[in-house]
């Protein structure tokens, strides 16, 4: 094989190990930009001060998938339907799951191409545009920070949330137990402390014990909801089978932002001590798909066939208040969700350090005081956004709706495509599925981040109405 080559068949499956882009023949015609040393390796070349092992990656992943939006889906389904809340899970795991594929397949081709061992999310969409057509070169870093303020955006929102839960649900546990009333937001203030002290975890080797720990309380916390949804003969009665459209953009934002968390794909995979085990045949993103569907679908299901049209927000507020299990399932659920709070930090955090590390000037202070004092104002900003919109699901389905359907679906799709463009000989039937296939994902994508957005913008501003 020569040193230099246009993109082969065998290199671009060799990267993700996953099958899900079938190359066609290659233009016999190349240019200087067009050769690529491709006897370069990125995972080879990736130096990880703690590198995370298999298992590590694979809780990290489980962790940010069973957030707070697993326990929104009997709403989700209220919203949908049954029928099409099963379908409709199903699909939008199996899309999540391609489009992650179809992602860490170009971040590895782009690696190679730039010659660097690794990338960010926001660095593979800007190499992306440099790498496609002339005409798209210019728009390289308009699309990164683009990209990197949807995922601020996202991993902020998710965070909010996470106050937001825990605030609910121990409000719910404290006031029925000691028989008080005392409102919600001092409960989310009384985090506060808590919620600094973890965010000021730098790396997520340290970050791992808190997930093990997380995961298994969500883990212990499903089996006791399981316990309330089945303890009692369930009705099919007034259960509906296929919802409204009006309330149907509520479930797809809602699934969306449960069962994605591509915000923490790249870096999760950027730091395994084995990194191409991530995207292989039984590497750690299809072993934690199946499960992770599954379970959604169930909550999903039996939570809204338990419950019906009085479902709450989450379905820990549907449980019974003054039993000791349900208490316990609550704190438990708050213990899993506040170490998820880290996780989410993580992310904003890395993508607006990187930006602003090179701008400090003053020499005299180290740069570590900086970064903490950074990690306190990103939580700060999360507690002030949760005490001005205190609106569990509809955050819930509007991070899902603009930001998931941006960064998980579209930007992957465009990504692929200028990636790996060259590598179809205009004109044959492959070339054109190529492009008909990121089309269409596209456009599913803008249509759900549009009407997803004017929904739950609208149900915000029945909220805010209401509770004048």
Request: hydrophobic share 50%; proline share 4%; net charge positive.
């Amino acid at each position: 094989m020569p040193k230099y080559a246009v993109t082969p068949k065998s290199r671009v499956n060799e990267g993700a190990d996953l099958g899900s882009v079938e190359l066609g023949v290659c233009n016999n015609s190349t240019s200087k930009n067009d050769l690529v040393d491709y006897t370069y390796d990125p995972y080879a070349s990736r130096t990880v001060r703690l590198p995370t092992s298999f298992s590590e990656t694979l809780i990290h992943l489980l962790k940010a998938s069973l957030g707070t939006g697993i326990l929104s889906m009997p709403v989700a389904f209220k919203n949908s339907g049954y029928v099409i809340g099963i379908l409709g899970t199903i699909v939008i795991g199996i899309l999540s799951t391609y489009m992650i594929h179809l992602l860490i397949q170009s971040s590895y081709e782009l690696c190679v191409k730039k010659r660097v061992p690794s990338l960010t999310y926001s660095e593979t969409v800007a190499a992306a545009f440099e790498e496609g057509p002339l005409c798209t070169r210019w728009m390289a870093s308009y699309a990164r920070t683009l990209t990197d303020w949807f995922l601020v955006v996202y991993q902020v929102g998710s965070s909010i949330i996470y106050i937001i839960f825990i605030g609910q649900n121990l409000q719910m546990v404290i006031n029925a137990y000691f028989e008080v009333n005392i409102e919600e937001k001092w409960y989310q203030l009384f985090l506060f402390i808590p919620m600094v002290l973890i965010s000021l975890i730098r790396s997520l080797k340290h970050l791992a014990p808190f997930s093990s720990i997380a995961t298994a309380f969500s883990l212990i916390s499903f089996i006791c909801v399981f316990y309330y949804i089945f303890r009692e003969p369930m009705s099919m009665e007034n259960r509906v089978a296929v919802g409204s459209g009006k309330t149907m953009p509520l479930f797809f934002g809602t699934v969306l932002f449960a069962m994605e968390a591509v915000g923490v794909i790249l870096p999760l995979e950027n730091e395994m001590a084995h990194p191409r085990r991530f995207t292989s045949m039984f590497g750690v993103l299809n072993i934690s798909f199946v499960p992770i569907t599954i379970l959604y679908c169930v909550v999903g299901l039996f939570g809204y066939i338990k419950y019906g049209e009085n479902v709450k927000d989450t379905i820990t507020l549907s449980i019974p208040k003054n039993e000791m299990l349900s208490g316990v399932t609550k704190i438990l659920l708050s213990i899993s969700i506040y170490f998820g709070y880290a996780l989410s930090n993580y992310v904003a955090f890395d993508i607006l350090w990187s930006k602003i590390k090179n701008l400090i000037v003053d020499n005299r202070i180290p740069n570590i005081y900086f970064e903490y004092m950074l990690r306190i104002v990103i939580v700060c900003i999360t507690f002030l956004l949760a005490f001005t919109l205190p609106y569990l699901n509809i955050l819930i389905s509007l991070m899902g709706s603009l930001c998931l359907s941006a960064v998980g679906i579209a930007i992957p799709a465009i990504v692929n495509y200028l990636t790996f463009f060259k590598s179809y000989e205009k004109g044959t039937w492959r070339y054109y599925l190529f492009i008909a296939r990121n089309l269409v994902i596209v456009l599913i994508a803008v249509y759900a981040l549009v009407v997803g957005v004017y929904q739950n913008i609208l149900e915000i501003m029945e909220k805010v109405a209401n509770s004048k």
